[in-house]
């Protein structure tokens, strides 16, 4: 039987931290977790997570600045990228993007949509 894939959660708002930790679980994968955006470049580098999930504004690295460093390096490219952010014009949409990120969802979210993002990204798990 293959590894649970895993998923990087990194957000510095401990609430966000366990609902999206609680989406992971319930749907069957592993999960990491980083209060900034060095540690998560680090963790990322280390861990080599199957999907990381970054909010934007943290402290050492934005998530989109984790993002562009994990897209630009052979190792960890790879990685799929869901940004979650309160930041929810387009523009920041846009910017994410072009950064590397496989997808966007904005503060607050749905539980239920970022399993079904998490679930297209990396496959079903555990039978669902």
Same mark, same amino acid.
């Given at each position: 039987?293959? +590894? &649970? !894939?895993?998923?990087?959660?990194?957000?510095?708002?401990? #609430?966000?931290?366990?609902? %999206?930790?609680?989406?992971?679980?319930?749907?069957?994968?592993?999960?990491?977790?980083?209060? #900034?955006?060095?540690? &998560?470049?680090?963790?990322?580098? !280390?861990?080599?997570?199957?999907?990381?999930?970054?909010?934007?504004? $943290?402290?050492?690295?934005?998530? #989109? =600045?984790?993002?562009?460093?994990?897209?630009?390096?052979?190792?960890?490219?790879?990685?799929?990228?869901? %940004?979650?952010? &309160?930041?929810?014009?387009?523009?920041? =949409?846009?910017?994410?993007?072009?950064?590397? +990120?496989?997808?966007?969802?904005?503060?607050?979210?749905?539980?239920?949509?970022?399993? &079904?993002?998490?679930?297209?990204?990396?496959?079903?798990? $555990?039978?669902?």
């Amino acid at each position: 039987m293959a +590894a &649970a !894939k895993k998923v990087l959660i990194c957000d510095d708002e401990p #609430n966000i931290v366990e609902s %999206v930790s609680y989406v992971v679980k319930s749907s069957g994968y592993q999960f990491l977790i980083a209060e #900034n955006g060095a540690s &998560a470049l680090e963790l990322a580098k !280390k861990e080599r997570p199957d999907l990381m999930i970054l909010d934007v504004r $943290m402290p050492k690295l934005s998530g #989109n =600045q984790v993002c562009e460093m994990l897209k630009d390096d052979a190792k960890t490219r790879d990685i799929h990228v869901i %940004v979650l952010t &309160a930041y929810g014009q387009p523009q920041d =949409q846009a910017f994410s993007l072009a950064c590397g +990120a496989d997808d966007f969802m904005v503060k607050p979210f749905s539980p239920r949509e970022l399993g &079904a993002k998490i679930r297209k990204i990396l496959g079903t798990s $555990m039978g669902t």
